[in-house]
C-alpha cells in the first residue's frame, strides 16, 4: 500500500481512534487489576502500554511516510514505516517472553483472584481490541499497520483467554488453566512477530524481495527485442511494497532512436509483469568489455555508450 491521499487519512483516523481507545483500556484493566487482586488483568495493561507505544510509533512512521522526498532524503521517508515495524516486531518478541516467564511463574505459584470482575473487565478488552484489529486489518497492508494489527490481534486473543481463565477457575477453582492459556498466546505472537521481523530486515538491508525472482525478471528482460544480455542485476524495496530495480543491459551499437525503444519495452516490462516502477537501467554497447567485479566494488572498464562512467560500491539509487 502506498501512504498518500485519502489512504493516509483513513490511516491516520484508525490510528487515533485505537490510541484513545487503548490509553483508556490501560486505565481500566490497571485499576480493576488491583481491586480484583489479578495479575492477569495487570499484565493486560502492561501488555496494552506496549501496544500504545507501539500504536503511537506507527502513527509517527506514517505522518512521516507522507511526507515529500527533499534533496537530503531523495527517497523520502519510505523507510520510517518499515523502521517502525521492526521495532514493533521485537517489541512483541519480548512481550512473548516475558508472558511466557509469567506463565510458569504462576503454574508454580498460583494466585487467587476475583474471576468475576476479571471477566467482565476482559470481556471489555475483548469487544474493543476486537473491533481496533477489524479496523486496521483494512489498511494492514502496509508491514508497518501490519505490525500494530498484530498487537490487537494478539490483545483480542489474550483477553478472550483471560476470560475462558476467569470462568474455569470461577467453575472449578484449577488456577493452573490461566497461565497454560498464556503460554499459548505467547506462542502465536512470538511466532506472528517472527515473519514480520524477517521481512524488515530484507527490506533494511536492501535484499531482494521475497515475492521476486531475480530470474524470472532477467529472462523477461533478455526477451526484449534488441537486449543482448543483462547483468549487475540488483532489486531491493525502497519501502513496504515498493521495488526498485538497477542493471547494466547489453545491446548492439544502435542509434539513441532505437535505444529509447528498447528502454521503453524494459520499463513496460518491469511495471506489467513485476510491478517495478523506479528503475535505473544503464545502456552498454555490446562490443565493449563490460563490468567486473573488484572487492566488492562494480566498476566499467570502458565508457558506456561512448561516456566516462564508474559504479561504486553497489548500485546507485539516483538517477
Same mark, same amino acid.
Not at 486505565?27 to 501496544?51: I, P, Q
Not at 498484530?150 to 488456577?175: E, F, K, P, R, Y
Given at each position: 500500500?502506498?501512504?498518500? !491521499?485519502?489512504a493516509?487519512d ?5 490510528? %487515533?481512534?485505537?490510541?484513545v @481507545?487503548?490509553f483508556? *483500556? ?24 506496549s &501496544?500504545?507505544?507501539?500504536?503511537l ?5 506514517? *505522518?512521516?511516510?507522507?511526507r ?6 531523495t527517497?523520502? *521517508?519510505?523507510r ?18 516475558? @508472558?511466557?516467564v ?5 503454574l508454580?505459584?498460583?494466585l487467587?483472584?476475583e474471576?468475576?470482575?476479571?471477566? =467482565?473487565a476482559?470481556a471489555?478488552g475483548?469487544?474493543?481490541?476486537g ?5 486496521l486489518?483494512r489498511?494492514?497492508? &502496509?508491514?508497518?499497520i %501490519?505490525?500494530?494489527f498484530?498487537?490487537m490481534? !494478539? ?12 470462568a474455569?477457575?470461577?467453575w472449578?477453582g484449577? /488456577?493452573?488453566v490461566d497461565?497454560?492459556?498464556? @503460554? ?9 512477530s517472527?515473519?514480520i ?5 530484507n ?12 530470474? &524470472?525478471?532477467?529472462?523477461a528482460?533478455?526477451?526484449v527485442t534488441?537486449?543482448?544480455g ?5 532489486v ?5 511494497h515498493?521495488n526498485?530495480? =538497477?542493471?547494466?543491459v547489453?545491446?548492439?551499437d ?11 519495452? @524494459?520499463n513496460?516490462?518491469l511495471?506489467? %509483469?513485476? /510491478?517495478i $516502477?523506479?528503475?535505473t ?7 565493449e568489455? !563490460? ?16 561516456s566516462? $562512467?564508474?559504479?561504486?560500491h553497489?548500485?546507485?539509487h539516483? $538517477?
Amino acid at each position: 500500500m502506498h501512504l498518500h !491521499g485519502p489512504a493516509t487519512d483513513q490511516t491516520k483516523r484508525i490510528l %487515533r481512534i485505537s490510541l484513545v @481507545l487503548t490509553f483508556g *483500556y490501560i486505565l481500566l484493566t490497571f485499576f480493576v487489576g488491583l481491586r480484583a487482586h489479578s495479575l492477569a488483568l495487570l499484565s493486560e495493561a502492561g501488555h496494552n502500554t506496549s &501496544d500504545f507505544l507501539a500504536l503511537l510509533l506507527s502513527f509517527v512512521a506514517v *505522518y512521516f511516510h507522507a511526507r515529500p522526498a527533499t534533496d537530503k532524503k531523495t527517497f523520502g *521517508y519510505r523507510r520510517a514505516g518499515v523502521l517502525a515495524a521492526f521495532i514493533n516486531a521485537i517489541a512483541l518478541i519480548g512481550i512473548a517472553g516475558w @508472558l511466557a516467564v509469567e506463565a510458569v511463574g504462576r503454574l508454580l505459584h498460583p494466585l487467587t483472584v476475583e474471576p468475576r470482575l476479571m471477566m =467482565a473487565a476482559a470481556a471489555i478488552g475483548v469487544v474493543m481490541n476486537g473491533v481496533l484489529a477489524w479496523m486496521l486489518s483494512r489498511v494492514s497492508d &502496509d508491514v508497518n499497520i %501490519r505490525g500494530a494489527f498484530i498487537h490487537m490481534l !494478539g490483545d483480542t486473543l489474550s483477553t478472550a483467554a483471560v476470560i475462558v481463565g476467569g470462568a474455569v477457575i470461577a467453575w472449578t477453582g484449577m /488456577q493452573w488453566v490461566d497461565p497454560v492459556l498464556s @503460554l499459548i498466546i505467547a506462542a502465536l505472537i512470538f511466532w506472528s512477530s517472527l515473519s514480520i521481523v524477517r521481512e524488515t530486515l530484507n527490506i533494511l538491508l536492501e535484499g531482494t524481495p521475497d515475492n521476486v525472482s531475480l530470474v &524470472d525478471i532477467r529472462s523477461a528482460m533478455q526477451a526484449v527485442t534488441g537486449v543482448c544480455g543483462v547483468h549487475d542485476l540488483h532489486v531491493w524495496s525502497l519501502g513496504s511494497h515498493l521495488n526498485a530495480l =538497477a542493471c547494466h543491459v547489453t545491446i548492439l551499437d544502435i542509434p539513441p532512436s532505437e535505444s529509447r525503444r528498447i528502454l521503453s519495452n @524494459l520499463n513496460h516490462q518491469l511495471r506489467e %509483469r513485476f /510491478q517495478i $516502477h523506479h528503475t535505473t537501467i544503464q545502456f552498454e554497447k555490446r562490443d565493449e568489455a !563490460g563490468c567486473e567485479v573488484e572487492d566488492g566494488c562494480m566498476q566499467l572498464e570502458q565508457s558506456a555508450m561512448g561516456s566516462g $562512467h564508474t559504479h561504486s560500491h553497489g548500485h546507485s539509487h539516483s $538517477h
